[in-house]
């Protein structure tokens, strides 16, 4: 007799117990929609104490009850962000910092274990968090944990799949510049296949709505403010960068160049990209030669376009060689460039440096030329050092201001003190030469 009743009595305290989670989760569930009704904080965080307490023996609950909880605490959490989002409360959005990715994790648990139920009622729900995860992506990538970025913007890519949406384009936009902020190879070709995807589901997009223009369900000027995204001309300008470069298609990258300045004229980051491949490519030397100056006579005060056009004759006297009539050609041209942009910009410390090596490099090439004489040939040897005294000469004050502009430039300084070692400048070699072992301890 008493053994039955310790039966009957731990069967009644089974019962009350599983009564009370579920009593929990109906509890959760008024309190989520109190808040709903009167957009109060309190109701929506009573909701989530409720449902966190229920789920906190998820054994004890059948799985729509488990599902029910789970969706309750997820929509309470996207409310009370929505909530702090709003007032721009830091204190809540700091109490609540993980309350989108806790959001995520619990709808997808209720359509986990419910679908049925739960799918179209979390329809409206998931693309609000969609746009809320957005926000800890640019988060996670501000803090340069792009790993976590990354991961977050899959979750947004899943629920706008799982939703039968294709992701928009910005998503593919900024998931490939996360890649790019990775700096590792396989990591570039990753953002080079998200931001080409990026181009594509923009075109989509801009031909969807024209033809919403058409049908008189949208007006041109709404059409023409997706037109005006000042993100595309940064992409067509990556994109070339990278074709360029990891994609080791310089004519896949020339072709985007066309495409985009045709698109968007005259934008300043197409041009710079498509000018930087012609400058890295040196097959491409002729029609390095004709865009450059294309551009710099539209132009003539583009000063980074006349560096990168002195640096392509620079490339091609290095190739030509010094033994070439060429070499001396394109030096000539590469040093009158430079001259035209501190012409410009006096200051400029990559022009007074690279004018300066120029001329420190002739010295050199004289001095080469002197070592491969005998003693028989002392006229001559007499009449390249003034020749190669002369470069130097002409080096220094170019290396001198670049040195001033950027005094910890190592490089620049150790040129410096090379130059005036052998006009056998002393006073000048101690104190460059000082300032050099300072620099590099």
């Known amino acids: ?6 039966a009957f009595f731990v069967t009644l305290v089974a019962v009350a117990t599983v009564r009370g989670q579920n009593t929990k989760v109906t509890n959760a569930a008024i309190e989520y929609d109190a808040g709903m009704q009167n957009q109060d904080l309190k109701s929506f965080e009573n909701a989530i104490k409720e449902a966190t307490a229920a789920l906190a023996k998820p054994e004890l609950l059948k799985p729509n009850q488990l599902a029910k909880a789970y969706a309750v605490r997820g929509r309470s959490y996207l409310e009370v962000f929505a909530l702090a989002y709003a007032k721009d409360d830091k204190a809540l959005l700091e109490k609540y910092e993980s309350s989108r990715l806790d959001a995520y994790d619990d709808l997808e648990k209720a359509l986990e274990l419910d679908q049925k139920t739960w799918y179209d009622q979390l329809k409206i729900y998931r693309v609000k968090l969609s746009q ?3 926000l800890d992506v640019q988060k996670f990538y501000q803090a340069d944990n792009f790993s976590k970025a990354l991961e977050t913007i899959t979750k947004v890519e899943r629920i706008f799949k799982d939703l039968g949406q294709p992701p928009t384009y910005n998503i593919y936009s900024f998931r490939g510049t996360i890649f790019l902020a990775k700096k590792t190879p396989s990591d570039s ?4 296949k998200d931001l080409q995807e990026s181009l594509k589901v923009f075109d989509e997009t801009v031909a969807k709505t024209e ?10 000027e709404q059409a023409d403010e997706l037109k005006k ?3 595309i001309p940064k992409i067509y300008a990556t994109l070339i960068t990278l074709y360029s470069t990891v994609g080791k298609d310089p004519m896949k990258a020339t072709q985007l160049a066309d495409e985009g300045k045709k698109r968007y004229p005259g934008d300043e980051d197409i041009v710079k990209a498509e000018l930087e491949v012609y400058r890295n490519h040196p097959n491409l030397f002729n029609e390095a030669v004709k865009k450059f100056e294309e551009q710099i006579q539209k132009n003539p005060k583009d000063v980074p376009a006349i560096l990168a056009f002195a640096n392509v004759y620079e490339q091609a006297s290095d190739r030509a060689g010094e033994d070439s009539p060429q070499y001396k050609e394109y030096l000539d041209k590469a040093t009158k460039l430079y001259e035209q942009a501190l012409a410009i910009e006096p200051n400029n410390q990559l022009a007074n440096f690279n004018l300066g090596a120029i001329y ?3 010295a050199a090439a004289v001095s080469n030329k002197q070592n491969k004489l005998d003693y028989k040939q002392a006229a001559e040897n007499e009449r390249l050092q003034k020749e190669k005294i002369g470069y130097l000469e002409k080096a220094l004050p170019y290396m001198e201001k670049a040195h001033n502009a950027d005094p910890r430039n190592e490089k620049a300084l150790r040129t410096l003190v ?9 006073d000048k070699y101690n104190l460059y030469n000082e300032r050099l072992q300072n620099l590099q301890k």
């Open 132 to 134: 809320y995860l957005l």
């Open 189 to 192: 070709l990753a953002a080079l």
């Open 418 to 426: 090379q130059i005036v070692l052998n006009l056998n400048l002393t």
């Open 360 to 362: 420190n490099n002739m």
């Open 211 to 220: 033809k919403l223009v058409a049908e008189k369900k949208l007006t041109k």
């Open 1 to 6: 007799m008493k053994g039955t009743f310790m």
């Open 229 to 231: 995204d000042n993100t």
